[in-house]
């Protein structure tokens, strides 16, 4: 009598203790769904308030033409041993000469869309000039500042494999029961 009873639970057991390995698994893949979905999620404003460094060499900028979004700072550093000036066209900011070998620089801040161009006093008519574009202000540039950061088109993937997940783990569970 007792020795049948073992009998007809050892498979029974065996078999429960398969559901509980696959259901374990499906756990194991929940989280690790949820972990891949916090990872690609996107930092919020990660690019604001960024700083971008142009050194004024001889004789010319060494990142001439730059790209960079609303916020960014800009530092023109003398690196040369002429002296140079980082002058924008515009009147926006003026670093005056900078005498080479010293540790002179100039920053401005850019919050509008635009481009903004600027020379060095000394050097203009050798092409010492340069510009500063802010991106932004038109449907275009938002989309691509989207794409850049991963915004939706990693998020979505990674929702969705976590319903799925999700769903079969409930799956598992009610067969169980
Ligand atoms: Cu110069």
Redesign the pocket.
Known sequence: MVAGTRGLQAPSEGFAGEKEEFVKKLLFLVVLSLVVALVLAPPVGAQQGEGVTVR?ED?YFDQANITVEPGTTVTWVQAGD?P?TSTSYDGLWDSGLIQGGAEGSVSYTFEEPGTYSYF?G??EDQG?VGTVTVTGGTEASGQQQLAATGGPSLVLPAALLLLGSGLLGWAALRRIS
């Open positions: 004024m004789n002429n140079h060095c000394p050097h010492m």
